[in-house]
């Protein structure tokens, strides 16, 4: 599918437009070319790989919201990720990250079939890792979960999935699940908006990234109420997460509440009880849930409920604390497990410094589209900065 390439020479690369910064990163049998456009209204990323076997260009699927295009610097980190620093933004808004070959670019690109790469915004700091619910319709998920949000309204978000199911009485769009026709959804699973889905009673069901990391965004520790199906493929997703199965007392007390609940027929009903059947075997399929909580007496499962989530509490605070001055950093270099980032103001902003490191090594997996865990500390001078190095 690729063009004939050109003569390869980075300074010569264009867009097509009148102002243009490229970066040029070898990467294997691969040239990433990262171009910046800057036409009329407004300013864009184009990015181009150069294949250097075959002398062909591909232009790859871009996936992700891209970083605020005013002018950067580019350096190759590991094989699986380019290293973006913003100029003249946030330090909270400068730090990016071009997937090349990340577990999740790798999957996309079998998806497609063709060339991916994703943009990963890089975030100050460790969230706590997100709740992963499961269990079968009629155990009382969604019980616990509200009860959950009415207590700790700033410390957890609900994670809003996306369903092609009908709305119930009470259900509110954009609170309880997003309402989607099944081809947009389909539509949007495709160009890799979705961190999982699954088809659940007769019906698509999905966790967006954005609805995970709109969450994990506001400071809150995100829920996820998603069948067995899902907390497989969360399993297999770089995604970390703490893993709960919350079961009935026994089968007859969960075919009462189903329909107690009154929101099913009973076609619908006896679906729900056949499907969970085999979820309560897969709950004990070997490193799928990490804790299974029984749901007889509500308030009882409520309190154990609490207690896991204080135990698998690993919430650090981020040290970010120049996180929100506007930063102009270049890179100057990197090593094994840092990179240096030098100042190009020479003016240092408040509670800033000349020369930052960002720490590579704290990175931890997280959803696509946002690359956690980053630390960065400050480094007096490039004397000290090259200690660390050596
Ligand atoms: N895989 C997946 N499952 C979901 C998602 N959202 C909800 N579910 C599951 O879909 C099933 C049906 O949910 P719902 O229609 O609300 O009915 P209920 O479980 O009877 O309240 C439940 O097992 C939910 O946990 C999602 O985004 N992904
Ligand atoms: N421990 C419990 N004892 C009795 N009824 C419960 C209990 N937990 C939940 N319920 C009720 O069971 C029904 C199903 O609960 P719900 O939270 O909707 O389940 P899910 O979200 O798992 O489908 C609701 O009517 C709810 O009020």
Known sequence: MGEEAPEFRVDTITFGSKDCQQNAIDVGDKTYVIGRTDDDAKSSFGIKILDKLTQTWIVPTVLGAQPPSKSHSAI??????????EKGVSLNDSIWFLEIDTPFVKQQ????????????????????????ISGPSGVGKGTLIAKLMKEYPSKFGFSVSH????????????????????????????????????????????????????????????ILDIDVQG????????????????????????????RARGTETEEQIQKRLRNARAELDQSNSPGLFDHLLVNDDLEACYENLKKLLSLDDDHKDSDGCYGK?????????????????????G???????????????SLTGGAPG???GLKTHSVNSIDNGLKGIR
């Open 76 to 85: 190759l980190v590991n094989d699986e990720k380019i290293l973006i620093v």
């Open 109 to 132: 690109r079998k998806i497609k079939g063709s060339e991916v790469v994703s943009w990963s915004k890089g975030v100050l700091g460790v969230a706590q890792k997100p709740v992963v």
């Open 163 to 222: 369903t092609t199911r009908s709305p119930r009485v009470k259900e509110i769009d954009g609170v309880h699940y997003h309402f989607a026709g099944r081809s947009k959804m389909e539509q949007d699973i495709s160009e890799g908006e979705f961190l999982e889905f699954a088809h659940v009673h007769g019906n698509l069901y999905g966790t967006s990234i954005e609805a995970v990391e709109s969450v994990t965004d506001e400071g809150k520790r995100c």
């Open 231 to 258: 907390a497989r493929s969360v399993r297999a997703s770089s995604l970390e997460a703490v893993f709960i199965f919350v079961c009935p007392p026994s089968f007859e007390e969960l075919e009462q509440r189903l």
């Open 325 to 345: 001055a506007t930063a102009c950093y270049s890179i100057l270099s990197k090593t094994e497990s840092k990179v240096f980032l030098q100042s190009e103001t």
């Open 347 to 361: 003016e240092v902003v408040k509670g800033g410094a000349s020369m930052l490191a960002v720490d590579l090594s």
């Open 370 to 372: 946002r690359t956690r």
